[in-house]
C-alpha cells in the first residue's frame, strides 16, 4: 500500500491550506484513515480520523478550523486546515488502518509565520 501525500506549505497565520492523501487502491479496504502531525522536539499525534463509515474525529486543538473528508471515487482522502496558526506548524502524515495492517505517508511539512 502506498500513501501519497500533498498540499503542505508556508502559510501565514489565519491562512488556509488543504492536504491530499491518495491511496493506491480503494480506501474502502482501510477501517480508518487519518492524519497525524509531528512538530519538532515532539511526538507524533493524531489531528484527524474518518472512518469507512464516514465517522470523524478530531483532536481539541483542531476542532472547529480542520475539517477531515474522503472522496472513495479517487481513493483520496482531505484535511482542509483553516485559522491556521503558528502551532500548527509540523510535518503531516497520512494514515491507514486495517485489521492487518498499519501504512504511513511520506509527509507534507505545513509552516504557518505569525
Known amino acids: 500500500v502506498q500513501l501519497q501525500a500533498s498540499g503542505g506549505g508556508l502559510v501565514q497565520a489565519g491562512g488556509s491550506l488543504r492536504l491530499s492523501c491518495v491511496a493506491s487502491?480503494?480506501?474502502?479496504?482501510?477501517?480508518?484513515m487519518g492524519w497525524y502531525r509531528q512538530a519538532p522536539g515532539k511526538e507524533r499525534e493524531l489531528v484527524a480520523g474518518?472512518?469507512?463509515?464516514?465517522?470523524?474525529n478530531y483532536a481539541d486543538s483542531v476542532k472547529g478550523r480542520f475539517t477531515i473528508s474522503r472522496d472513495n471515487a479517487k481513493n483520496t482522502v482531505y484535511l482542509q486546515m483553516n485559522s491556521l496558526k503558528p502551532e500548527d506548524t509540523a510535518v503531516y502524515y497520512c494514515?491507514?488502518?486495517?485489521?492487518?495492517?498499519?501504512?504511513w505517508g511520506q509527509g507534507t511539512q505545513v509552516t504557518v509565520s505569525s
Open positions: 487502491r480503494s480506501i474502502f479496504s482501510f477501517n480508518v
Open positions: 494514515n491507514a488502518r486495517t485489521t492487518g495492517g498499519n501504512y
Open positions: 474518518i472512518t469507512v463509515g464516514g465517522t470523524t
